[in-house]
């Protein structure tokens, strides 16, 4: 016996022994693609040395003796910390995922390549003018002159997924930062999403004028009522009842879900409305978070003067900062820059579809899908003259595409001149308010509200091309229309100097929340879908309810965590409950229903991660709201994943007969609207219990809010999500000015998983007092400290300074990266001389 418990221990210890082997053997490969922020490099491609100075956060200084220098030392940085979201980031715009990741991408490998992003991108490289092309240049070969230097010194192939997946790196190009930004662009994108969503619950509705409930415009002056989907497209009705089965979600796919298609925030006060006599903006703009984020802080020394904030790794940009002179902050401006089109084809030549002139063939291409360990996937690739042809598994658009037709999608970032590179490079380099304004003419897609402050001076000014409807267009651009009609298609795009534009405002106060930001009657809108209705109401009293503003003004205004929606539903929705029940015994659905409403009762709205009341009007909305539409949209009815405040509004106001949504179609009696709360808030109760228990008063909304910083590749691998996730409690909600929209789907409906990736507040009285931070860390690598240093002071709100100061920034340096052009023969011939 002793001899076999002998042999126990030493199998044991041998095992132990050799998997701490193992550990240390990854450990160290993977530890090698770290890099070396202090250290002396000589590189090609630079005409003079280039500092990289980082601070204790991993932010980069980067000095250089001209303007390509820099943009070398930014692309090197951008490499050295976040190389495999770059890699990824491209692959994505090429439809080229399916060569790493197999099977499971290559749908979102086939949208890419129907809607060809990568070679518009590779055609306006051409149109970029003398600087921009200078930049990119410059940027590309600092990517590739750190991927050189990861091959010679063996740096663990340059990040830890490329132990893992193809560790080929292809050299960088200036096509590929005009793709990235045309990747946002598609990340943004909004309308095309609502269009189908629409046209697919008029043809479910029996009732055209319910349609108004649930996807109702904006507050403010209105259109007219709208045909229906089925009298503008002949044979819509055939597809009035079908359901498209397309499968799991496809993987890695840029397309974002409904009403995650962009939001942000941003204002600004001008001198005499704020306290230090100077200028104030703010902005956080809003997208998916993921680890590490999208957002990676920089600053920039250039001939023109220094300019620091945030910047999209690939591309050469500084997309929202400051410099010395001007602040500026962007906002999805939810401008209708898309239609979709149903064309229909020729019944004797299904490669030509129907135009103004008769039958004409649409432009084909065959593209070639490589897919690891499966056969290449074979695409012919079509376009009409409205745009792209997709398939109808993408956008659902099977769901509303009739038999003999086929959709195609007209959208302003699809043009292989697009500029919008030039003028965010322009912009960064402006003095004043009205130059950033000229410059940004040259932006296309994907536009935004521009905020921008100079030390005098505040702004707004819609960016982007915004296309020219006819007066006749049939749907307005609401709904898919024929692409054979003349008045649905585009007639180019609407001069620049339309876009809506408020400079030096009267009140000295102007803001952006993704909310319906000017009323103009069509064609001259801009949208009649918009990102807000909501957060806009509680910002205007926060800047109204001051008389003069300061930088920690606009910090709680940031992070403020109370939801208007939140007050003004709870009143109209509980009018007939609040306190009218009979007594209950202690532990019967009714008492603990009392107690629910006991505690909203006194509730002022504050979505706090500690507080219980959030969960239980979260879960009671979103309750409320599946009893109201389950029975009129059916399936259709999973498509409203969050709770519409405006549909809630008008079904309990009865606003045009909405209260009709209360009674339920399959049920002989007449349903009430209170009773349908009642029975709402009974289900949510129920499913709260389930999930948390019985304790209410011990609920924590941030149990249910987490914010999931996900690894977009490694995050759900059974053992490495512990190691590259970041899995945060926190504040906040769909409504509220600090953001932290939800992931609407079950078994975690409440989960925090788009928001505020970015913030920045700049004080022109005092620039250097400027702060700013991101939601994750600076370094993509899972084994660094930085890869989510900051994320915990995002969490609590705080920021970190933003200094444009070189001394500052030298004095608290924790790593110089140094890099020195090659030694020519011409310097040679010189030193010997």
């Given at each position: 016996m002793?001899?076999?418990?002998?042999?126990?221990?030493?199998?044991?210890?041998?095992?132990?022994?050799?998997?701490?082997?193992?550990?240390?053997?990854?450990?160290?490969?993977?530890?090698?693609?770290?890099?070396d922020y202090d250290d002396t490099l000589t590189v090609d491609g630079v005409t003079g040395p280039v500092?990289?100075?980082?601070?204790?956060?991993?932010?980069?200084?980067?000095?250089?003796?001209?303007?390509e220098d820099v943009f070398f030392g930014l692309g090197f940085a951008h490499a050295q910390d976040r190389l495999w979201q770059m890699t990824l980031l491209r692959r994505t715009a090429q439809g080229r995922l399916s060569e790493i990741f197999g099977s499971r991408t290559a749908r979102t490998d086939e949208l890419l390549r129907r809607l060809d992003l990568y070679n518009l991108a590779a055609d306006s490289v051409e149109v970029q003018d003398a600087d921009t092309t200078a930049a990119l240049r410059a940027y590309a070969d600092g990517v590739n002159a750190w991927v050189s230097e990861v091959n010679a010194g063996a740096l663990g192939r340059g990040a830890p997924e490329f132990w893992l997946f193809s560790p080929e790196i292809a050299p960088w190009t200036p096509a590929d930062s005009l793709a990235i930004i045309k990747l946002l662009g598609l990340q943004l994108s909004a309308h095309v999403t609502e269009e189908v969503l629409r046209a697919r619950v008029s043809l479910a509705l029996d009732d055209d004028a319910r349609l108004e409930d649930i996807m109702p415009e904006a507050p403010g002056n209105g259109i007219a009522a709208l045909p229906s989907y089925a009298s503008l497209v002949p044979g819509a009705e055939a597809v009035r009842h079908a359901s498209l089965d397309t499968g799991p979600e496809p993987a890695l796919s840029p397309l974002a879900p409904r009403g995650f298609g962009g939001a942000s925030n941003a204002w600004a006060a001008a001198p005499d409305r704020a306290a230090t006599g100077g200028t104030l903006l703010a902005n956080d703009p809003h997208l998916g978070f993921t680890a590490p984020a999208i957002w990676y802080l920089a600053r920039v020394e250039l001939e023109s003067g220094g300019v620091i904030g945030g910047t999209v790794p690939g591309m050469p940009i500084v997309l929202v900062g400051?410099?010395?002179?001007?602040?500026?902050?962007?906002?999805?401006s939810y401008a209708d820059d898309q239609d979709v089109h149903i064309e229909r084809l020729n019944p004797e030549n299904s490669s030509e579809v129907l135009t103004p002139d008769g039958f004409k063939p649409m432009r084909t291409r065959t593209s070639i899908v490589r897919i690891k360990d499966a056969a290449d996937l074979t695409l012919t690739l079509r376009w009409t003259e409205n745009g792209p042809v997709l398939p109808g598994r993408h956008w659902d658009l099977g769901t509303i595409t009739p038999p003999g037709h086929v959709a195609s999608i007209a959208w302003t970032a699809l043009s292989p001149v697009d500029t919008s590179m030039s003028a965010a490079l322009a912009l960064m380099k402006s003095g004043s308010v009205d130059e950033a304004i000229e410059v940004s003419e040259g932006f296309?897609?994907?536009s935004q509200n521009l905020t921008v402050v100079d030390g005098e001076t505040i702004a707004m000014k819609v960016i982007g091309a915004l296309p020219r409807r006819r007066d006749d267009h049939q749907s307005k651009g609401r709904l898919p229309t024929p692409g054979w009609i003349e008045a649905n298609r585009w007639d180019g795009m609407l001069?620049?100097?339309?876009?809506?534009?408020?400079?030096?405002?009267e009140g000295g106060i102007l803001g952006n929340t993704n909310n319906k930001v000017i009323d103009r009657p069509f064609p001259m809108h801009m949208s009649y879908h918009w990102g807000d209705t909501q957060r806009v109401q509680r910002w205007r009293r926060l800047m109204q309810g001051r008389e003069v503003h300061t930088r920690e003004s606009f910090m709680e205004a940031q992070l403020d965590t109370v939801s208007y929606t939140a007050r003004s539903l709870l009143p109209l929705v509980g009018a007939e409950l609040w306190f009218s029940g009979e007594a209950a015994p202690e532990g019967t659905p009714e008492r603990l229903r009392q107690r629910a409403l006991e505690l909203l009762a006194s509730w002022n709205g504050e979505m706090n991660e500690h507080l219980p009341e959030p969960l239980i009007y979260a879960a009671w909305m979103r309750a409320l709201q599946d009893r109201l539409i389950n029975d009129d949209l059916g399936p259709l009815a999973d498509e409203f994943t969050h709770v519409e405040p405006l549909f809630i509004e008008r079904v309990f106001r009865d606003v045009g007969g909405a209260a009709?949504?209360?009674?339920?179609?399959?049920?002989?009696?007449?349903?009430?609207?209170?009773?349908?709360?009642?029975?709402?808030?009974?289900?949510?109760?129920?499913?709260?219990?389930?999930r948390y228990g019985q304790g209410l008063e011990s609920l924590r909304w941030g149990n249910a809010h987490e914010a999931v910083h996900e690894h977009p590749v490694l995050g759900t691998t059974p053992g490495l999500g512990w190691l590259v996730n970041i899995r945060q409690s926190t504040s906040g909600g769909d409504n509220t000015l600090l953001r932290g929209r939800t992931k609407g789907t079950m078994p975690d409906p409440f989960l925090n998983v788009h928001g505020a990736g970015y913030r920045g507040i700049y004080d022109f009285a005092d620039p250097e007092s400027s702060v700013f931070i991101i939601s994750t860390g600076q370094s993509g690598h899972p084994l660094s400290r930085h890869y989510d240093d900051l994320s915990e002071l995002w969490r609590r709100g705080e920021y970190i300074p933003m200094t444009l100061d070189p001394d500052l920034a030298r004095a608290g340096a924790t790593g110089v990266t140094v890099l020195l052009p090659e030694e020519t023969e011409e310097d040679r011939a010189a030193e010997i001389e």
């Open positions: 002793l001899f076999l418990f002998r042999w126990l221990v030493r199998v044991f210890t041998g095992l132990a022994v050799l998997a701490a082997v193992v550990l240390l053997v990854g450990y160290w490969f993977l530890s090698r693609s770290a890099p500092e990289i100075v980082r601070n204790t956060a991993n932010v980069p200084h980067i000095f250089g003796e001209t303007d400051r410099s010395d002179r001007i602040g500026w902050g962007l906002t999805s296309m897609a994907p001069p620049y100097a339309t876009n809506p534009e408020f400079v030096a405002p009709a949504w209360c009674d339920v179609q399959q049920s002989a009696r007449e349903e009430t609207c209170p009773e349908m709360a009642r029975l709402a808030l009974d289900d949510a109760l129920v499913w709260i219990t389930e």
